[in-house]
């Protein structure tokens, strides 16, 4: 009994540190460049732009590839391969020699990321009885939120001594966690049947690459230049013809019936919905402080963090109560807090610093709308699959994530391009209020989420599963 209790233990430690470090590295690279550009000194920012870009864009893209794979050859399988890629690419990003080297090794991260992600909720929620999933939720959430907190002064204080350290410290963990996990995870159930469509799956990674390429370059390249429009119009055609082929295959990417359930279908609309505020508070705040406040990066970073640690406070609660009252309750109240918190940062804020009585509070208001909306975004998105559609549920909904961010980031990035002025960073805010409204109100037009019954016990194959649940 000692022994499978401290199996479990490690098992839940192994996924959510995959979950931390691939958490912090979406955004610790950010409070890097200055220090790169010490090292590469003859790049632009445009340039070291895709330190950035080609790890969105190879993590989008292989995110529900990824989840589909390990729904049908294991979780356990394809999140220690995603582990060990990951952690074995960041040795060479940190001992890349020139800027093309490092681009390229950050995009094989942004593989292993992709292949961690969705099947790290699955696993995790193997881990906990049906009636302790919101705990589980919870957990998986807040440890994000830890790395997103962590990534900035974590990054700041690296960046101080090199660069490099920012993916030195992946190795450790990522280390231990793989060698714990071959060990602590079990196996889950794969599927049987038909080949997946390898074309499909193709085609989907590289539309959705193009699309996040589109909205991450789009305006370095210019929003009318032949580049932009080419990968807008193969993007949508790609998106297409996934969808045309999906009616047809025997084994699609994605299933038709998964994109007909009410709540993941607004789960996702809310989760893309909710991280173009998030893009447009992460890249908004930081510019604020260091160019408005001219506050140092590491300053401005430490000055940030009470709002993602408000964030991992309230996360695990959250999970609790969605369970209890609702994710669509609990996801309106949080959405409607992170609203609040950019309205606060709206009105409040001006060109004399004022941190504990102008930004603390719309970062401590925000970040708990942060924390509340989280494990009701991932609730809605997955909760309504049966068990084996997890993975491809995560991966839908990491990927609704992701594209939301690069639309926050490139939305703001128009805005304040130039020398920003008051007038400029109160539209940046406002563009998060509304945002995060749309997010709340997507999730409280689903209504009370019904967990999928378990296997064994609805009979029928995993198909009629998926068809049930998206007759709900």
């Not at 699309?211 to 119009?233: K, N």
């Not at 969808?243 to 084994?251: D, I, Q, T, Y």
């Not at 409204?437 to 198909?463: C, D, E, K, M, Y």
């Amino acid at each position: 009994m000692r022994s499978d209790a401290l199996r479990r233990g490690m098992s839940i430690a192994v996924v959510l540190v995959g979950v931390f470090i691939s958490a912090v590295d979406m955004l610790i690279v950010n409070i890097a460049f200055p220090s790169m550009q010490e090292s590469f000194s003859s790049a632009s920012l445009t340039d070291l732009s895709w330190v950035m870009s080609a790890y969105a864009i190879t993590f989008a893209a292989l995110l529900l590839p990824s989840g589909r794979w390990a729904d049908r050859s294991g979780r356990k399988r394809v999140f220690l391969l995603g582990l060990g890629l990951f952690t074995a690419v960041s040795a060479a990003c940190a001992a890349a020699p020139d800027l093309e080297v490092l681009v390229i090794a950050r995009a094989l991260q942004g593989v292993g990321a992709a292949l961690m992600a969705p099947s790290s909720l699955g696993l995790l929620l193997g881990l906990f009885p049906p009636s302790r999933r919101g705990i589980a939720i919870g957990l998986w959430t807040a440890v994000g939120g830890v790395g997103s907190a962590a990534a900035l002064p974590l990054g700041g204080l690296l960046a101080e001594i090199d660069w490099r350290w920012v993916f030195v410290v992946n190795l450790p963990l990522g280390a231990a966690a793989l060698l714990i996990g071959g060990w602590s995870l079990h196996r889950s159930a794969t599927e049987a049947g038909p080949v997946p469509d390898l074309l499909g799956i193709a085609v989907l990674a590289a539309s959705v690459a193009a699309v996040v390429a589109t909205i991450s370059q789009g305006q370095v390249w210019g929003w009318g230049s032949a580049q932009v429009i080419g990968l807008s119009v193969a993007g949508a055609v790609g998106l297409a013809s996934t969808v045309r082929r999906g009616l047809r295959h025997p084994a699609p990417v994605i299933e038709p019936a998964i994109l007909r359930i009410r709540p993941v279908a607004l789960g996702n609309i809310a989760t893309g919905f909710f991280f173009v505020g998030v893009g447009a508070m992460a890249m908004s705040t930081i510019l604020f402080l260091t160019q408005v406040w001219r506050h140092s990066t590491l300053r401005g970073a430490l000055e940030i963090a009470p709002g993602p640690l408000s964030a991992t406070v309230f996360a695990v609660p959250s999970g609790i109560l969605a369970v209890r009252y609702g994710a669509h309750l609990v996801g309106l109240a949080g959405g409607v807090l992170f609203a609040a918190g950019g309205l606060w940062w709206t009105f409040a804020l001006d060109a004399t610093p004022d941190f504990t009585g102008h930004f603390l509070p719309g970062a401590i208001i925000g970040g708990i709308g942060f924390g509340l909306i989280l494990p009701p975004l991932a609730a809605a998105s997955t909760l309504s699959l049966p068990p084996e559609r997890v993975a491809t549920g995560t991966g839908m909904s990491s990927m609704s994530r992701q594209i939301g961010m690069a639309v926050g980031v490139a939305v703001i990035a128009s805005v304040l391009d130039g020398v920003p002025g008051l007038s400029d960073f109160r539209t940046a805010f406002m563009i998060m209020t509304g945002a995060s409204l749309v997010s709340g109100l997507a999730l409280f037009a689903i209504g009370p989420v019904r967990p999928s019954a378990p296997p064994g016990t609805g009979g029928g194959n995993q198909s009629a599963h998926v068809t049930q649940a998206a007759t709900r």
